[in-house]
């Protein structure tokens, strides 16, 4: 009888792995990951650090929102989204000439990071950045006032 018990727990065993080993990724489904969400971006347009909080809602493959830069000034932004790859832009300022910026990235399987180009029109610069989606923010109890 324990024979039989330990043949049987290591076909269980055998079978499990062999099914983890099999089991497709994201990738291999062709699943595609939202980017909805608020983005801690970190980049770099030839030297200048760009430092991004860009809040994206994604709806029939557009994507609207806004990124906040460092001095808490918020821009609109508008782009599309095609499988796992989101790109926008926004139009912002660098010292005090009118500027758009806009980013393409690549979600990965998880959707919990990014990473892409940034390209920075009329000045015809680009550089690179990465991101990661922020938790979203648990609400706070209120204490009761009943007694």
């Not at 018990?5 to 983890?20: E, H, L, N, S, Y």
């Not at 906040?68 to 499988?83: I, Y």
Request: hydrophobic letters at 45%; one cysteine or more; charged letters at 15%.
């Amino acid at each position: 009888m324990k024979i039989w018990i330990v043949v049987a727990a290591m076909f269980v065993a055998q079978t499990a792995a062999a099914v983890a080993q099999t089991a497709p990724t994201a990738a291999q489904t062709g699943q595609v990951v939202s980017s909805t969400g608020t983005w801690a971006v970190v980049g770099d347009v030839q030297g200048v650090p760009v430092i991004l909080t860009c809040s994206l809602v994604e709806a029939d493959m557009k994507l609207t929102g806004t990124c906040t830069d460092e001095m808490k000034r918020p821009h609109g932004l508008a782009g599309t989204k095609k499988d796992n790859t989101v790109s926008w832009s926004f139009a912002t300022d660098y010292e005090g000439s009118p500027i758009t910026v806009t980013m393409v990235g690549v979600l990965d399987e998880a959707g919990v990071k990014m990473a892409g180009v940034i390209g920075v029109d009329p000045m015809g610069v680009d550089g690179t950045f990465s991101a990661t989606r922020q938790a979203a923010a648990t609400p706070t109890a209120v204490p009761s006032t009943a007694s």
